[in-house]
């Protein structure tokens, strides 16, 4: 059963750091497609950052120049990297993995193109 599991979250002050990583587990195929999403208190989950096709990346424009997604094939591992952490950050981050690059490349991420999903970890940014 392939299992996501994301670690890496907490509480920081605004202005602060954090990365997050997420292990896939359990898949026989080569990753092609993940990403981060975040659900902010009362709003909807929303795609945050996306690596595809063995490195290319995209990124919502809320984070760009702040986040940096990245891939370690071999360990079956994805990170963020949050910098210059706002408020507005503070959410549940979710790692998500679909086997079709589509899902990743298309512009738009959207919850429901994602196969699989990790439990999401806390991330609070005080200000």
């Known amino acids: 059963q392939v299992q996501l599991m994301e670690s890496g979250g907490g509480s920081v002050q605004a202005g602060g750091s954090l990365n997050l990583s997420c292990v896939v587990t359990?898949?026989?195929?080569?990753?092609?497609?993940m990403a981060w999403f975040r659900q902010g208190p009362g709003k909807e989950r929303e795609g945050v950052a996306t690596?595809?096709?063995?490195?290319?990346?995209a990124y919502a424009d809320s984070v760009k120049g702040r986040f940096t997604i990245s891939q370690d094939g071999p360990k079956n591992t994805m990170y963020l990297q949050m910098t210059s952490l706002k408020a507005e950050d503070t959410a549940m981050y979710f790692c998500a993995l679909d086997g079709w690059v589509r899902s990743c490349s298309g512009g738009n991420l959207a919850e429901a193109d994602f196969t699989y999903w990790g439990q999401g970890t806390q991330v609070t940014v005080s200000s």
């Open positions: 359990d898949y026989t195929y080569k990753i092609v497609c």
């Open positions: 690596v595809y096709s063995g490195g290319r990346t």
